[in-house]
């Protein structure tokens, strides 16, 4: 029987998006995700163990580098990680929250991310997302999870009009196409 | 053609832009910024419709969404045409195709006519006097021919070409309404810098400015004020002018439901660009600026085509530079229809005399007409007109009696006042406030964050619409009142509603109160002379302001009506309620972008690719695209399942189990809280290890199954159904924040993160060893129901020892990104092995062989675990969990009849039974025959060389060896009762 054991991990194939020639939209492939769930008090630990600041407001992002942690609700974090450095996630929590009172769970391969840049972009999203995107109300760094049309997605502005969206892998082409249609309404 | 009727120069449209187009066939030539009615109007044509019940000739009444006669098909073809449409909002483009409705053949000749020689035989609620008997021809006779006559227009059969947008929009104030009071609205708020929304049903915003040719504002004409307002808008970046947009719904918490039409107007040139848009607007703040519909006067015969409301006259003659007709009547009991006389006498009419209602008329319009000479009738009425297909005289009488005048004419232009507008501010649930010197309904309380202004609040100059609409866009954001300086604009009074007083007998006559139903004075008098007091039961019975009406034309004249009647104030009977939309929205806007491969997300797991490109046939789960058989050559569904039955039996299967729901439950109490949700006991489980699990509701039912695997002390990986992961989650969520808070564990959807593919068969083991780094999977070191972490095909990865099928079996969840490359390993290393790819249809007859059940199919929400033999499995020492005090209940002890799993064999080994079909004693008993239970699964089973079947049958566990029937379309079948597990009962396949 061949052996096969020692065979290269493969690439991650994440879900197609088809060319749409729409350069506002730009899928993010691979990077690290992970939920994380905690109690008030291990909020503390917990960002230092990280190395990033986890008592950011409700709905608002702190990045690191290139880690980012999305405060999603009281006790949620959303983290994006690079994929180099996800395997040192657990064991640094794990070291430090010693009473296990605390959730992580790698979702690396849930979501996809999309990222939306240009002026129209508050506009195409407002046509399947009702929230509202003025700056007073939607200010840069604000991140929040929302619905684009019937898919759950996580929406994180990063500048005026970049946005980052992240929605479950399955949802993808939906969305993708979605975009794509809404996009013609507001040509580049 | 020419256009006979266009004035030389004059009006808002664009004489160098000749436009062709067609009504009826007829072909037509107007100038851009026409409608399709003042086109029509210019080329003399008049008579465009016939009426819902009689089938009158019926013309156009109106310039503006109250019109109720003037309906047009529109539409090149049928993939693009639109009923019901209002030719007074219709915007003429070039080639443009209408047709005239409710006539066969055609408007001049209509069959329908007949009605109206009959029309005493059809009084208001006719519909449930004359059908009662016989009975049974209502239903064959009366209700088909009814309904052929029923409706208005023709639904087209091809589906919608165009496309449709959506949008979501947040401001600090709506105004809705672009006339002076609207325009003034915004500019008070804009100047706050707040976020303003200005929305306007017509081509181009201005209202009443657009035919305004007299009237100053601070020193500009109306026109050149506009223009300067509508720049002064387009300067401010919070600011957004929506055009050819009618908000047609107040939904509760200043939610507007706003329809754009975007290219309507250009005959919908490009299917792939959006018709319309809907929106749906959070405002703040809502100014309602929707001005006033001018009223009818209810005389005899006041329906002829050429009988028009006298400002919509006005306005075809000042906008479009139409007249409606060379010898106008004016009839009015307000002084504003003097201004329309003294236009079209300026326009070069021969007004043939202004009939007012009032012994009076001082106003300085009324002084204008007197000084141009025109003939004047106060204190008189209209007591018939004539003319068949458009009106050709009139008889005039003075209300104090005396001989009848007749006079000819070519129009009839008639004015009663005007009615505001507060269709929306109803629809917010705001009180109206019966005003009697106005005889109109105006906003009152407000019920929503909302003002509002203008006609629509009942002012009636220029000069306090102007401020009111300030006003009201100022208050809604805290700004500074403004005032306006406007002359040429004085105040015309005066109003009337009911039926007008004349010298006739009322119920020989019929003078229309409601023009699109066909709802006439007398019908309004009959509905309370049966008995009708309540102004919604004369609505019902009448059909008065049904339809697209909603009361714009004919609500305050019934109401007057049913106020000389009655002898009550119009305030002690009150008003209908305005339904939304304001003006007939299509389908099309709602629909928006969901429709074919976007009406619901497709979800396809990380494997399909590879299923797709090997010809798999997908069946829907959910939202899921799942592989349901691999057909080979040419084979059928049958033929390619009982290969993949054989193959799975006998050697190795593949399949992809993605979709299976999968929940992360994490913490210390993780165990506990499993506890408290399933019926299994769940502290004892050692990490590595598997066990079956049943979610119950509070109800003791079962609602969701799944394997859940123990990863460690404080890590549980649960499954569930494909169909109730979202479920289950949101139950378990609702749990644990309201019973369960002190818990310390939390729940993370991880459905997506893996693939899961499922090995099953004696030789699963071989095809994934090969593969396997970092774990022992031998039997020894691994039996069934135990889990691993390991790496599978170099992708870290939780094998499941753990089998759907009966047979030794694996599930190995993968990181979906790597499933499909780790499909592709085990496909390579089973090829040795004859590995075969199975779906769904084969899981389904493999578990059914086993007996294995699924949870909507063997279960419907009223299953306990007892009644599928599952009570085994309850942890009895566990002091509570989801359903167990229901469980306890004394009628689930007492009860010995419920409906249990069973296994069913039919005497005729090649039939399969009928899922569903119904179990029964004797098949010769009477009708209605005692059901016994039903088929819940039925399968050819390539195992067994025969059809198999589950059931739930009353007392079934009694029943093993009973012989009973199930009655099909094909006859009697006769069928033994037997264990629901036909293969392998001892369970020693899974343990290879």
């Known amino acids: 029987m061949a052996n096969l054991v020692h065979m290269v991990a493969p690439a991650r194939r994440v879900p197609p998006c088809a060319d749409t020639g729409d350069r506002r939209y730009t899928p993010v492939n691979g990077g690290a995700r992970f939920l994380l769930r905690l109690r008030e008090a291990a909020i503390g630990p917990a960002a230092e163990a990280l190395g990033i600041d986890l008592a950011v407001p409700l709905n608002r992002a702190s990045v690191v580098n290139s880690r980012g942690a999305m405060r999603l609700s009281p006790d949620e974090w959303l983290l994006l990680w690079p994929e180099t450095e996800a395997a040192s996630v657990a064991p640094l929590l794990a070291a430090r929250l010693t009473d296990r009172r605390y959730s992580l769970t790698d979702i690396s391969h849930r979501q996809t991310g999309l990222m939306l840049n240009g002026a129209a972009v508050p506009d195409i999203l407002n046509s399947g997302c009702a929230l509202d995107f003025d700056l007073a109300a939607f200010p840069v760094g604000m991140v929040t999870r929302t619905n684009f049309f019937k898919a759950e997605a996580v929406l994180w502005r990063q500048d005026e009009f970049s946005f980052y969206l992240e929605v479950w892998r399955s949802f993808v082409p939906y969305v993708w196409s979605l975009l794509s249609i809404v996009g013609r309404e507001y040509p580049e | 053609m020419t256009q006979a009727y266009r004035l030389a120069a004059g009006g808002r449209i664009d004489r160098s832009r000749t436009l062709g187009f067609s009504f009826d066939g007829k072909h037509y030539k107007g100038y851009q910024g026409d409608t399709l009615a003042s086109a029509l109007l210019a080329n003399g044509v008049h008579l465009v419709g016939r009426s819902f019940k009689y089938h009158r000739p019926r013309g156009i009444l109106s310039a503006g969404a109250e019109e109720p006669n003037a309906l047009a098909g529109v539409g090149c073809d049928d993939a693009h045409y639109t009923p019901n449409l209002r030719a007074t909002q219709v915007e003429l483009y070039d080639g443009l195709k209408a047709e005239s409705q409710n006539r066969s053949p055609s408007l001049v000749r209509d069959y329908g006519a007949v009605n109206d020689l009959l029309w005493r035989f059809f009084p208001a609620g006719f519909y449930y006097k004359t059908f009662m008997w016989p009975r049974k021809a209502w239903t064959k006779f009366f209700e088909p021919r009814i309904r052929e006559m029923a409706g208005l227009g023709r639904s087209p059969q091809t589906p919608d070409a165009a496309c449709y947008a959506q949008r979501f929009a947040h401001c600090d104030v709506l105004v809705i309404g672009a006339g002076p009071a609207g325009l003034a609205a915004a500019l008070a708020a804009a100047k706050t810098g707040a976020r303003v929304i200005l929305c306007d049903e017509q081509a181009e915003p201005g209202g009443s400015l657009l035919a305004e040719p007299d009237a100053v504002i601070d020193g500009l004409p109306a026109a050149d004020w506009l223009k300067a ?344 009977i009150g008003t209908t309620t305005f339904r939304m939309p304001y003006t007939p929205v299509p389908f099309g806007y709602f629909a928006g972008y969901a429709r074919g491969e976007l009406f619901e997300p497709e979800r396809r797991t990380a494997i399909h690719g590879w299923a797709a490109e090997r010809g798999a046939v997908f069946e829907d789960v959910g939202l899921w695209k799942r592989a349901r058989y691999f057909p080979q050559g040419g084979e059928d569904m049958r033929a390619a399942v009982a290969r993949e039955c054989r193959a799975v039996r006998g050697g190795v299967g593949i399949f992809d189990a993605s979709t299976l729901g999968k929940i992360e439950v994490v913490g210390p109490d993780a165990a506990e809280f499993l506890n408290r949700m399933y019926i299994n006991a769940w502290t004892k489980l050692q990490p590595g290890r598997l066990r079956y699990g049943i979610l119950l509701r509070e109800d003791g039912f079962i609602i969701d199954d799944g394997v859940i695997g123990r990863v460690s002390e404080t890590c549980f990986h649960v499954t569930t159904t494909t169909g109730g992961a979202p479920r289950v989650l949101a139950m378990m969520e609702d749990y644990l924040q309201t019973e369960f808070p002190e818990l310390d564990v939390w729940l993370t959807s991880t459905t997506e993160q893996y693939a899961v593919i499922a090995l099953q068969g004696p030789l699963a083991r071989q095809v994934i060893e090969p593969l396997v780094e970092g774990a022992d999977i031998s039997a020894k070191a691994m039996p069934h129901m135990s889990m691993v972490e390991c790496r599978i095909a170099g992708v870290p990865a939780r094998l499941f020892r753990v089998s759907f099928t009966g047979e030794l079996g694996f599930e190995i969840n993968v990181p979906a990104d790597y499933g499909r490359s780790v499909w592709e390993a085990l496909m390579e290393s089973g090829l040795a092995h004859g590995i075969t790819p199975y779906g769904t249809e084969t899981m389904h007859v493999l578990r059914a062989e086993k007996g294995y059940i699924i949870v909507g199919q063997e279960t419907d929400g009223t299953v306990t675990p007892a009644d599928v033999g599952y009570s085994g499995m309850i942890g009895k020492a566990k002091p509570d969990f989801v359903g167990k005090r229901a469980l306890a209940r004394e009628a689930f002890a007492t009860q010995t009849n419920r409906k249990q799993l069973v296994g069913l064999l039919t005497a005729d080994p090649a039939l399969v039974l009928e899922e569903g079909a119904h179990i029964v004693a004797d098949p010769a008993q009477p009708k209605p025959m005692t059901m016994l239970g039903h088929i819940t699964s039925s399968y050819w089973s390539e195992t067994l060389g025969r059809s198999i079947a589950l059931a739930l049958l009353r007392d079934g566990a009694a029943r093993t060896g009973e012989t009973l029937h199930v009655p099909l379309e094909s006859g009697d079948a006769r069928v033994t009762v037997v264990s629901s597990v036909f293969y392998d009962p001892e369970g020693v396949r899974l343990n290879g």
């Open chain 2, 229 to 572: 307002a509508l720049a002064q808008l387009a300067a401010f970046p919070k600011v957004k002018v929506l055009a050819r947009t009618i908000a047609f719904g107040y939904f509760p918490h200043n939610m507007l439901g706003l329809a754009e039409s975007l290219t309507d107007h250009a005959g919908e040139p490009d299917d792939t660009s959006p018709r319309g848009r809907l929106w749906q607007v959070r405002a703040k703040e809502v100014v309602i600026a929707a001005g006033a519909i001018e009223r009818p006067l209810v005389f005899p015969d006041n329906d002829r085509p050429g009988i028009m409301l006298a400002e919509a006259a006005r306005i075809y003659a000042e906008r479009y530079g139409v007249l409606p007709g060379r010898k106008p009547l004016v009839f009015t009991a307000h002084d504003s229809a003097y201004r329309t006389a003294l236009a079209l006498h300026r326009a070069g009419c021969a007004v043939a005399g202004i009939v007012d209602m009032r012994p009076a008329a001082d106003g300085p319009y009324a002084a204008a007409a007197r000084r141009a000479g025109l003939p004047i009738y106060l204190a008189s009425t209209v007591s018939g007109t004539g003319g068949r297909l458009r009106v050709a005289r009139a008889t005039v009488v003075s209300l104090a009696g005396g001989a009848e005048q007749r006079i000819d004419c070519d129009t009839i232009l008639m004015s009663g006042g005007f009615t505001p507008s507060v269709h929306l501010f109803s629809q917010s649930r705001g009180k109206l406030v019966f005003d009697a010197t106005l005889d109109a309904f105006l906003p009152g309380a407000p019920a929503e964050a909302c003002r509002v202004a203008g006609a629509g609040a009942g002012l009636q100059t220029l000069k306090e619409a102007l401020e009111s609409g300030a006003a009201a866009g100022a208050g809604a954001v805290g700004g500074a009142a403004v005032t306006y300086q406007v002359t040429n604009a004085p105040l015309a009074r005066g109003g009337f509603i009911g039926v007008v007083p004349g010298h006739v007998d009322p119920t020989s006559v019929r003078a229309f109160v409601d023009y699109q139903n066909d709802v006439t004075a007398k019908d309004v008098s009959l509905a309370l002379r049966e008995g009708m007091r309540s102004v919604e039961h004369v609505k019902r019975f009448t059909t008065t302001g049904m339809a697209t009406d909603q009361g714009k034309l004919s609500n305050m004249n019934a109401l007057g009506i049913m106020s000389a009647e009655l002898g009550k104030p119009v305030s002690a």
